[in-house]
């Protein structure tokens, strides 16, 4: 038996149920209240579930510590319950398909609450030994050879997937069938238990850590593979072009333009990346929908899809490019992901935003579910009675608030992801952090239930397709991630206003009339109908407009100053040689101002990334601040979250007029009702 296999699956037994459950779980997503929400068995609920950990120690549902922490969410008011599931665990050798892993896990969930609606989070990554038995569909990576990767200690499937290690080439068609088979068959098997009556939806999951990056992206080119050549191959004669090879790392690495590719030079670089990207996204829309076909009743269906903060500037290679594509898809339910990374978004004082466009998936009907993953302050202290020990439990309690606020401010839900101490002990396995959770819960369904209406009156705009054209290492491009997206972002939720974020496709869609001053952030790409449509609507009702870096420069066919000065109607002109962002770090080329800008119309040649300039300008754009100083606000849904690292005497205003004076603690998070002013948490 192979070490991996032995320390990861084991003898799982039946674990009997202690009851017939009467009502098997129905769940699917529709609009109530103004906004996608999740309903279980008829009913709309705020969708706020617990989650256990895929890592060794705490993902089976059954064993000891997992078993408790489940009980304890349950106590804390918790119906909503996800597990992971790998194929493996299933399918250990080639003649040994067997469900019951899967039945134990639900069955492990509902012994510690018998209410219990399951999310089976299924993991689709070819078993180790099929993929040994199959080199041929696996990836095959640009810039080196596998890795030998010898691991001393216990390890995650999981584990080693940014690495270049043998991982199954998404673009296999042999993969699919296979996975597509083993799918049904255990949507069959669970549709012929008890277990399966409390199954409510399926979370599919692939790639790196089960989020659809491609394998190895962060660190790697994928994927020289044939079963991707193919694809490439039909890809671009669908498109009625001739056939090419998935580029190597020379081609991937040309510039033309200074951060550019030139469209017209780099069509194959380009292609591979979109039909890459294409690829997972359809592979996602394929197995939900697989998912949907072969279940008995309605269904959650849903995935890690849409990540666009703190993607490493690795877009293109394992970014999630095609949100459009996922968000038309009828069986998709819901796209998630875990908070951005990075201090300005999870450091005390950041403002932790999810990583994704919630705003556009909420325009398209969808769910967004956040994970919420933070660990809180645990020390390990290697003593016989308290191994762990909390350090800061203010500074846990106000993470808490301003997370999971956040997701709910924007229309969305969440999920406590457990990865825990050492993978061995929940993260929010105290009595304390699991009242706040349970006060956090209390006031948010309260809120829940109640018409939803948005708050925000600064409004991001950002675009995806952009990395198809721009360089895929923060060396060649120092600019349009890590400046233009993330610095931004989190520079503008510290300026005290309530921001939303979009993608450009969207801004037809949204009612721009709620929007005091629209920011475009990395719009580097923008066609004729873009341009026309900013300049007619967008710069229209006497609302303020910001651009930042290279706005249109490239028209997807060529690249060229005039079309910035189309979409802005401002005099730009490149600069001579490169900008300097400071720390070394310079990027061409670069717009300037050549003579007399336009009324409500500001730019800056480099993106912002500046709270108080945000803040200056927001409030010359007449947008609502609602706080000074180092405050990041969450506002929608009812609620006001004001978070702050330093504390201090603070003068809260909120829409209506009404002020709060707020002695706020040092590294706090205050909650409250965005119409009278109480203080909620």
Known sequence: MRRRRFLQTGAVLALPLEGALSTPREAWVETWNNKPSLHIGGKPVYASFYALTDATGGRWSFDELPRQHLRQFADAGFRLFQVDVFLEDLWPREDAFDITPARRQIAGVLSACGEASVVLRWHLNAPRWWAERHREECVVYANGPLERVERNQPVRYLMDDLRRTLRVSLASETWKEMATGKTIELLRGLAGCEEGKALAGVHLACGVYGEWHYWGFMRNEPDLSEPMQRHFREWRQLRGKPPLPVPGMAER???????????????????????????????????????????????????????????????????????????????????????????????????????????????????????????????????????????????????????????????????????????????????????????????????????????????????????????????????????????????????????????????????????????????????????????????????????????????????????????????????????????????????????????????????????????????????????????????GGGVVLVHTKAGGERVITLRNGVRVEAAMEPRSSWLLDAETGKRLL
């Open 253 to 635: 690495e040309a510039l033309d333009d200074g951060i550019f590719r030139d469209p017209a030079r780099r069509e194959g670089t380009i292609d591979y990346y979109r039909c890459q990207q294409e690829l997972v996204a359809g592979r996602i829309i394929h197995f939900c929908g697989t998912v949907k076909r072969h279940w008995p009743r309605r269904i959650l269906t849903g995935t890690f899809y849409g990540y666009f903060f703190s993607l490493f500037d690795r877009q293109a290679t394992g970014g999630h490019l095609c949100l459009d594509k996922v968000l038309a898809a009828k069986d998709v339910d819901y796209l998630s992901a875990p908070q951005a990374y990075g201090a300005a978004y999870r450091d005390m004082g950041g403002c932790g935003i999810t990583r994704g466009l919630v705003e556009t998936v909420r325009l398209h009907g969808k769910l967004w579910l956040d994970e919420m993953d933070q660990t809180p302050s645990w020390s390990w202290r290697n003593d016989v009675d308290t191994a762990f020990q909390l350090t800061d439990l203010p500074a846990d309690f106000a993470i808490l608030r301003r997370n999971v606020v956040e997701s709910y401010v924007r229309g969305a839900g969440l999920w406590y992801y457990d990865f825990g101490p050492a993978n061995g002990s929940g993260w929010w396995a105290d009595r304390r952090l699991l009242a706040e959770i349970r006060r956090i819960k209390d006031v948010l369904e309260r809120y829940h239930a109640r018409p939803y209406s948005p708050a925000g009156d600064v409004l991001l705009v950002f675009d995806t397709e952009v990395y198809f054209y721009t360089a895929t290492t923060p060396a060649d491009d120092p600019m349009t991630d890590s400046w233009a997206v993330n610095r931004t972002a989190g520079a503008a939720y510290q300026s005290g206003a309530a921001v939303e974020t979009i993608h450009l496709r969207d801004l037809e869609r949204v009612a721009l009339d709620r929007f005091r001053v629209v920011v475009f952030a990395n719009t580097w790409l923008l066609r004729a109908g873009e341009r026309r449509m900013i300049r007619q609507k967008v710069m229209a009702g006497g609302r303020h407009v910001v651009f930042q870096g290279l706005p249109g420069y490239c028209d997807g066919e060529r690249l060229d100053a005039a079309f910035s000065r189309e979409a802005t109607g401002l005099p730009l002109e490149r600069g001579e040689g490169s900008f300097d962002l400071g720390g070394g770090k310079r990027f061409s080329p670069y717009l300037r101002l050549a003579g007399k800008g336009r009324e409500r119309v500001w730019f800056s040649s480099a993106p912002i990334a500046d709270p108080a300039r945000w803040r200056e300008i927001f409030r010359a754009a007449g947008a609502h601040v609602y706080a000074d100083g180092d405050c990041v606000v969450h506002a």
